[in-house]
């Protein structure tokens, strides 16, 4: 084998384990601390990158004594220990999210997690930029190999973590690092080889007692960590979520899982088993029973008012989970079931190890149960229901694009509540459950968002007087809204009434009377100016749309350091909104430190138009990357589908286009190429949403195909980018490119937070035009660059 084959294949697979790693870690910060932790994985291995291209800028000449092979052998090599070490350190260092404000050791802790993600980090990103900087006249096919590699790391950790789990998955893929470091040197330096092979092995050594070495705890606040006498009797890791079921003994005693019942019950409580997702999202199995009366806790839950008014309804369930939606179908005598659930294995659990348990409810003859996400579900065929009911669908956890998101949901849109509406019968109800979580000062958050966006879906979808097509009501700290695509009838109304004075039920919203209580509902339906309003309400509780689909995020950027709990009865920890604008800050102290340093290294020499170029490609790159991954989600029905094939795509698409970009560049200027990716994110934000909505209906397999032909061309193009930068550096005897690779990893992180920023104010049609800016200004910049 070549030695120039030996390094493309060694950077190829380092590339998959480093990237793969890096998803393996959010969701192991999801399981532990919060899904939107996954910044900090994010902003840290950018930031670490960045640094890692500043050493080898300082320290150039000291490492250009070295032997390139043996240094690169070693920073392949200890960058393994060094993620398990950090590994250890994030896992022994628990602290709750939610009250990491309330004490001097949580932010102590904190700080700790995140100083130990910067080692290893630094240590690949310097690896990588060496290997690209000391052998350049292959760079084109080195920068392919870091790319494509990267994009088959997508894709490999779904598998790893779906038959492994977090834990393992991240092991494995350490152990992997001095693996492929004694393989690279082996035949240079046996006895590094050897000490390398004797690394991986410790390493692979420590899955066998990994949850006892690296402990995966519930932090303080998650609901895992709510009752004594967790016995679990079912657990599986996937890609998706960590899922555990337990009996909760305790809690049997208590209403927990039983969400928003009268407090006017007093009958026995069911057993129950707990379904939990990455330690804090909650459902519920009921233990199937035949015993008379066993099942009359059903009529005192305030979610199923809605089948006083249906006979025989034909139901859809949105997050079916442990089944109580589906068997409280079955009780009422509906006559045909869907039920859709997104996670893999709650779907598993119902139909094999916990069907007994639940009496079956999945596999009930009236029942058809699928793995699938419910808005793509209800959108990709033409069946119509007396009854849509979603209650509480939401899982406050990450999925793998948890490093480039907060909680985007496309259940909860103006676009999605216009199809549930089209996807109604007549006189069908659409019914969601949804918490009530006031603030301190007694504004409505969840519950004024989710009635906004009711009240103007049912404006979109042309209906007038939408305010008389609305019931809305609480039970404790859960709300159900019961809505129609015509006007609740005196009847129905009054019907709704009386259920609700039996059980001691609260009125929020009511079509024919004022609730004083509930003054903000009444104001927001009589305002004629709507959008003054809502810029005038504490909160944003603007209605969603698929183009901002950010309900959970419902601080104003002017109260964003309130850190005001987004549950009654919670602290007041980071959540995801804070941690966006404490990254945002430490973006900016980076820049103006990278900018002093810049000056520092290059004095005289300096190049703005190479700090410009690859900040602006490194900019553009990932808010491509995020948008995509964010524009896909409902195409390809599946939130991993579209992180997996948006990555993998633009990753190896890019590759492809370094491989060729030397031949390329003779006959194409690499500046057109990149003005040719803005004209392509210009026609995306035009035309993309309805292209896509044409397709929606074709089979899943096809829609991966079509989604990867429209990420080829745009990915390609930008492979060229960086490859070029460095043949024009090295032939203008530029020694910065350590500097320039500090500049393209600050902009990437900051790309990745502003692109959430920018999509909740304005949409991820806003966010296109700017990656479409940035490679404008990447063309120009390129025609400056390596010139003094």
Same mark, same amino acid.
């Given at each position: 084998?070549?030695?120039?084959?030996?390094?493309?294949?060694?950077?190829?697979?380092?590339?998959?384990?480093?990237?793969?790693?890096?998803?393996?870690?959010?969701?192991?910060?999801?399981?532990?601390?919060?899904?939107?932790?996954?910044?900090?994985?994010?902003?840290?291995?950018?930031?670490?990158?960045?640094?890692?291209?500043?050493?080898?800028?300082?320290?150039?000449?000291?490492?250009?004594?070295?032997?390139?092979?043996?240094?690169?052998?070693?920073?392949?090599?200890?960058?393994?220990?060094?993620?398990?070490?950090?590994?250890?350190?994030?896992?022994?260092?628990?602290?709750?999210?939610?009250?990491?404000?309330?004490?001097?050791?949580?932010?102590?802790?904190?700080?700790?997690?995140?100083?130990?993600?910067?080692?290893?980090?630094?240590?690949?990103?310097?690896?990588?930029?060496?290997?690209?900087?000391?052998?350049?006249?292959?760079?084109?096919?080195?920068?392919?190999?870091?790319?494509?590699?990267?994009?088959?790391?997508?894709?490999?950790?779904?598998?790893?973590?779906?038959?492994?789990?977090?834990?393992?998955?991240?092991?494995?893929?350490?152990?992997?690092?001095?693996?492929?470091?004694?393989?690279?040197?082996?035949?240079?330096?046996?006895?590094?080889?050897?000490?390398?092979?004797?690394?991986?092995?410790?390493?692979?050594?420590?899955?066998?007692?990994?949850?006892?070495?690296?402990?995966?705890?519930?932090?303080?606040?998650?609901?895992?960590?709510?009752?004594?006498?967790?016995?679990?009797?079912?657990?599986?890791?996937?890609?998706?979520?960590?899922?555990?079921?337990?009996?909760?003994?305790?809690?049997?005693?208590?209403?927990?899982?039983?969400?928003?019942?009268?407090?006017?019950?007093?009958?026995?409580?069911?057993?129950?088993?707990?379904?939990?997702?990455?330690?804090?999202?909650?459902?519920?199995?009921?233990?199937?029973?035949?015993?008379?009366?066993?099942?009359?806790?059903?009529?005192?839950?305030?979610?199923?008012?809605?089948?006083?008014?249906?006979?025989?309804?034909?139901?859809?369930?949105?997050?079916?989970?442990?089944?109580?939606?589906?068997?409280?179908?079955?009780?009422?005598?509906?006559?045909? !079931?869907? &039920?859709?659930?997104?996670?893999? *294995?709650?779907?598993? /659990?119902? #139909?094999?190890? @916990? +069907?007994?348990?639940?009496?079956?409810?999945?596999?009930?003859?009236?029942?058809?149960?699928?793995?699938?996400?419910?808005?793509?579900?209800?959108?990709?065929?033409?069946?119509?229901?007396?009854?849509?009911?979603?209650?509480?669908?939401?899982?406050?956890?990450?999925?793998?694009?948890?490093?480039?998101?907060?909680?985007?949901?496309?259940?909860?849109?103006?676009?999605?509540?216009?199809?549930?509406?089209?996807?109604?019968?007549?006189?069908?109800?659409?019914?969601?459950?949804?918490?009530?979580?006031?603030?301190?000062?007694?504004?409505?958050?969840?519950?004024?968002?989710?009635?906004?966006?009711?009240?103007?879906?049912?404006?979109?979808?042309?209906?007038?007087?939408?305010?008389?097509?609305?019931?809305?009501?609480?039970?404790?700290?859960?709300?159900?809204?019961? !809505?129609? &695509?015509?006007?609740?009838?005196? *009847?129905?109304?009054? /019907?709704? #009434?009386?259920? @609700? +004075?039996?059980?001691?039920?609260?009125?929020?919203?009511?079509?024919?009377?004022?609730?004083?209580?509930?003054?903000?509902?009444?104001?927001?339906?009589?305002?004629?100016?709507?959008?003054?309003?809502?810029?005038?309400?504490?909160?944003?509780?603007?209605?969603?749309?698929?183009?901002?689909?950010?309900?959970?995020?419902?601080?104003?950027?002017?109260?964003?350091?309130?850190?005001?709990?987004?549950?009654?009865?919670?602290?007041?920890?980071?959540?995801?909104?804070?941690?966006?604008?404490?990254?945002?800050?430490?973006?900016?102290?980076?820049?103006?430190?990278?900018?002093?340093?810049?000056?520092?290294?290059?004095?005289?020499?300096?190049?703005?138009?190479?700090?410009?170029?690859?900040?602006?490609?490194?900019?553009?790159?990932?808010?491509?990357?995020?948008?995509?991954?964010?524009?896909?989600?409902?195409?390809?029905?599946?939130?991993?589908?579209?992180?997996?094939?948006?990555?993998?795509?633009?990753?190896?698409?890019?590759?492809?286009?370094?491989?060729?970009?030397?031949?390329?560049?003779?006959?194409?200027?690499?500046?057109?190429?990149?003005?040719?990716?803005?004209?392509?994110?210009?026609?995306?934000?035009?035309?993309?949403?309805?292209?896509?909505?044409?397709?929606?209906?074709?089979?899943?397999?096809?829609?991966?195909?079509?989604?990867?032909?429209?990420?080829?061309?745009?990915?390609?193009?930008?492979?060229?980018?960086?490859?070029?930068?460095?043949?024009?550096?090295?032939?203008?005897?530029?020694?910065?490119?350590?500097?320039?690779?500090?500049?393209?990893?600050?902009?990437?992180?900051?790309?990745?937070?502003?692109?959430?920023?920018?999509?909740?104010?304005?949409?991820?049609?806003?966010?296109?035009?700017?990656?479409?800016?940035?490679?404008?200004?990447?063309?120009?910049?390129?025609?400056?660059?390596?010139?003094?």
């Amino acid at each position: 084998m070549s030695s120039s084959l030996k390094r493309i294949l060694a950077l190829g697979f380092f590339s998959l384990a480093l990237l793969a790693a890096e998803i393996a870690l959010t969701r192991i910060f999801s399981v532990v601390f919060w899904y939107h932790f996954g910044f900090l994985i994010l902003s840290t291995s950018m930031l670490g990158f960045g640094v890692g291209g500043l050493l080898i800028r300082v320290f150039k000449n000291q490492i250009d004594k070295l032997d390139p092979d043996n240094l690169v052998s070693v920073g392949i090599g200890i960058s393994g220990p060094l993620l398990i070490a950090a590994l250890w350190i994030i896992t022994h260092n628990h602290f709750s999210p939610l009250f990491v404000q309330q004490s001097v050791a949580g932010l102590m802790k904190l700080v700790v997690v995140t100083l130990a993600l910067v080692p290893p980090f630094v240590v690949m990103g310097a690896t990588v930029l060496y290997m690209l900087q000391r052998w350049q006249d292959e760079v084109g096919k080195l920068y392919a190999a870091n790319l494509i590699g990267s994009g088959l790391g997508c894709l490999i950790v779904l598998f790893l973590m779906d038959a492994f789990g977090g834990l393992l998955s991240y092991l494995l893929l350490a152990t992997i690092m001095p693996a492929i470091s004694a393989a690279y040197i082996f035949a240079k330096n046996k006895r590094s080889a050897i000490v390398f092979m004797v690394i991986a092995l410790a390493i692979f050594g420590t899955l066998v007692k990994a949850e006892a070495i690296f402990p995966i705890d519930s932090p303080e606040g998650k609901v895992a960590a709510w009752g004594d006498q967790f016995d679990k009797i079912y657990s599986d890791w996937t890609s998706l979520s960590k899922v555990d079921i337990g009996l909760q003994k305790k809690l049997n005693d208590q209403r927990v899982g039983l969400w928003g019942m009268s407090p006017k019950f007093t009958g026995k409580l069911p057993e129950r088993a707990s379904v939990v997702i990455d330690y804090w999202a909650y459902t519920t199995i009921i233990k199937g029973n035949s015993a008379p009366g066993y099942y009359e806790f059903y009529n005192w839950l305030p979610m199923y008012i809605t089948y006083k008014l249906l006979d025989k309804p034909k139901a859809l369930i949105i997050g079916a989970g442990g089944g109580m939606d589906v068997r409280a179908a079955v009780l009422n005598g509906a006559s045909y !079931i869907d &039920a859709v659930e997104i996670n893999p *294995a709650i779907v598993y /659990a119902m #139909e094999n190890d @916990m +069907a007994d348990y639940s009496g079956n409810i999945y596999k009930h003859p009236k029942v058809n149960a699928h793995l699938a996400e419910g808005r793509r579900f209800v959108e990709s065929n033409n069946d119509k229901y007396d009854l849509i009911q979603l209650s509480g669908v939401d899982t406050y956890s990450a999925t793998q694009a948890g490093a480039f998101a907060l909680s985007e949901n496309f259940l909860y849109t103006k676009e999605a509540m216009v199809s549930y509406l089209d996807h109604l019968n007549d006189n069908g109800v659409l019914t969601l459950t949804r918490w009530y979580s006031p603030s301190v000062k007694g504004y409505p958050r969840f519950s004024m968002r989710l009635f906004t966006l009711a009240l103007d879906s049912l404006t979109d979808a042309g209906i007038q007087n939408p305010e008389k097509n609305i019931i809305f009501f609480r039970s404790g700290f859960f709300t159900v809204i019961l !809505i129609k &695509a015509e006007p609740f009838t005196a *009847a129905e109304i009054k /019907a709704v #009434e009386d259920e @609700m +004075a039996l059980r001691g039920y609260e009125f929020l919203y009511s079509p024919d009377r004022y609730i004083s209580s509930a003054s903000h509902f009444y104001s927001y339906v009589k305002t004629a100016d709507r959008a003054s309003w809502l810029d005038r309400y504490p909160f944003n509780v603007t209605p969603p749309t698929d183009d901002s689909p950010f309900f959970f995020e419902h601080r104003k950027m002017s109260n964003i350091w309130e850190f005001q709990a987004f549950l009654t009865g919670f602290g007041s920890g980071l959540d995801g909104q804070t941690i966006l604008a404490i990254t945002m800050i430490e973006m900016v102290l980076a820049s103006i430190l990278l900018l002093i340093i810049s000056f520092a290294i290059q004095r005289s020499k300096s190049n703005v138009f190479g700090w410009l170029y690859f900040a602006a490609i490194g900019f553009g790159f990932m808010l491509v990357e995020v948008t995509f991954s964010q524009r896909l989600v409902l195409f390809l029905g599946h939130p991993a589908y579209a992180l997996s094939v948006v990555m993998f795509s633009i990753l190896v698409f890019s590759g492809i286009g370094s491989m060729f970009s030397e031949k390329l560049s003779q006959k194409i200027p690499v500046g057109w190429m990149l003005i040719a990716v803005s004209a392509i994110m210009l026609c995306w934000a035009i035309f993309g949403t309805p292209m896509l909505k044409l397709m929606i209906g074709l089979p899943t397999v096809v829609r991966i195909v079509i989604a990867i032909i429209l990420l080829a061309p745009p990915a390609f193009f930008m492979g060229t980018a960086f490859p070029e930068a460095v043949r024009r550096l090295a032939k203008s005897n530029d020694q910065n490119l350590g500097v320039y690779w500090a500049w393209n990893g600050v902009a990437s992180v900051t790309a990745s937070v502003l692109a959430v920023i920018v999509a909740m104010s304005y949409g991820f049609s806003a966010v296109m035009i700017l990656a479409l800016i940035s490679y404008v200004v990447a063309a120009l910049a390129l025609s400056r660059l390596g010139k003094n």
